[in-house]
């Protein structure tokens, strides 16, 4: 399920990225990544700026 095609107020667009299993698909490298241990894993998907909303794919594989 990639999070930039649920509706603003999913509320997996408003859950910590550390609560989810999720990955993150670079747009230019195709190259994949979780996040959910990175300074940005406090925040929610709707909290993140547009380059992360541009430059990846954030697919959610479950919640925890």
């Known amino acids: 399920m990639r ?3 649920l509706p603003t107020e ?5 859950t910590k990225i550390a609560h ?3 990955q993150i698909i670079c747009k230019h490298t195709k190259s994949k990544r979780d996040p959910s241990t990175w300074k ?3 925040n929610t998907y709707n909290e993140l700026n547009d380059s992360w ?3 990846f794919d954030w697919i959610v594989t479950e919640t925890k």
């Open 53 to 55: 909303h541009n430059n």
């Open 10 to 14: 999913h509320p997996l667009r408003n």
């Open 3 to 5: 999070l930039s095609d």
């Open 40 to 42: 940005i894993k406090n």
């Open 20 to 22: 989810m299993k999720i």
